[in-house]
């Protein structure tokens, strides 16, 4: 059982970042995959989700700015970010959209400069 986030970093308001997860097919295969959110001080919330078949959704808040795509041979999702607001700081997880045995990855580091 694995997850490994990766690609956070340091960026202005209005920059890019591409986050990526390796994950462990037992997670990956078949499943509805998705990308959360954690500020500082706050609980982890749902940023979006993708089916094993492409279809996508989004927290109203990222809508038009991240794109959540995924590679089904290679068991990776990603997160494209796009014009980045200080309100997405934080710690980004990825993980099924159904947690199951309560396992998450460290996570990567977001952190937008205003």
């Known amino acids: 059982v694995q997850l490994v986030e990766s690609g956070g970093g340091l960026v202005q308001t209005g920059g890019s970042l591409r986050l990526t997860c390796a994950a462990s097919?037992?997670?990956?295969?078949?499943?509805?995959m998705a990308w959360y959110h954690q500020a500082p001080g706050k609980q982890r919330e749902l940023v979006a989700w993708?089916?094993?078949?492409?279809?996508?959704n989004y927290k109203d808040s990222v809508k038009g700015r991240f794109t959540i795509s995924r590679d089904n041979a290679k068991n990776t999702v990603y997160l494209q970010m796009d014009s980045l607001k200080p309100e997405d700081t934080g710690v980004y997880y990825c993980?099924?959209?159904?947690?199951?045995?309560?396992?998450w990855g460290q996570g990567t580091q977001v952190t937008v400069s205003s």
């Open positions: 097919r037992s997670i990956f295969s078949g499943n509805v």
């Open positions: 993980n099924r959209l159904v947690v199951v045995g309560g396992y």
């Open positions: 993708i089916t094993s078949g492409g279809i996508t």
